[in-house]
């Protein structure tokens, strides 16, 4: 079946870091990838996707690339800061059978310092 | 355009009592779902309803029922509340049948059952 394997957090990091949080998948066919993020005591909300092999998801400073050799979809920003402290998930989407099924990873827990 | 909106926001029960969460979206998706969310063990998917009038088990389905009561609402009630089902409630839909299609969230219902 369908997972997403992602590193364990918390992460913690120094306001101006770099930030990489790995993300690798298993699924059969062309799954599109996701990354969610979910800020203190709210619902998750989409951060970022890609939708075939080599496409790049950005938003508000994050990418990741969509590696179908290495089977990853790694979270990268290059400068965090203490507002993009939240947990991020990362998750696929595949059809099958007429409906499909997102599959989430376990989160990754982001704190960034002053 | 609210999007998605679940009721109530906290709720605690004692073992044994019943009680119905509501969740309903306003933009027009078909397909509808209800996860819990325990520390350490990500989003974990108890119900789902690709369209008006289906509804499928997820990976967690016992000890609660669901019902699209139309295509904007979809309930999750829980008969016979148990400690276990301690954890905070999140619904989400999505727009289509693709795997591209991403999920909203909405902002959760945390449920304490004594």
């Known amino acids: 079946g369908n997972s997403v394997t992602q590193m364990e957090g918390p992460v913690t990091l120094s306001e101006e870091a770099f930030l990489t949080i790995n993300c690798t998948y298993t699924?059969?066919?062309?799954?599109?990838l996701f990354w969610y993020v979910q800020y203190p005591g709210e619902g998750l909300q989409l951060l970022l996707k890609?939708?075939?092999?080599?496409d790049k998801g950005s938003n508000k400073g994050f990418e990741a690339t969509y590696r179908k050799e290495t089977t990853s979809f790694h979270l990268e920003k290059g400068s965090v800061q203490v507002s993009d402290s939240a947990v991020y998930f990362c998750a696929l989407s595949r059809g099958s059978g007429g409906s499909y099924i997102p599959t989430f990873g376990r989160g990754t827990s982001l704190i960034v310092h002053p | 355009n609210a999007g998605v909106t679940q009721t109530p926001k906290f709720q605690v029960l004692k073992t044994g009592q019943s009680m119905t969460l509501q969740c309903a979206q306003d933009m027009n998706h078909n397909s509808m779902y209800w996860y819990r969310q325990d520390p350490g063990m990500g989003l974990r998917l108890i119900y789902y309803s690709a369209s008006e009038g289906t509804t499928d088990k997820g990976e967690v389905p016992n000890g609660y029922n669901v019902s699209r009561l139309n295509k904007r609402e979809f309930s999750l009630r829980l008969e016979s509340a148990a400690p276990s089902q301690t954890s905070v409630y999140f619904c989400?839909?999505?727009?289509?049948?693709?795997?591209?299609?991403?999920?909203?969230f909405g902002p959760g219902t945390r449920l304490t059952v004594l």
């Open positions: 989400a839909s999505s727009g289509g049948q693709g795997p591209y299609n991403e999920q909203f």
């Open positions: 699924a059969t066919g062309y799954p599109s």
């Open positions: 890609a939708t075939k092999a080599d």
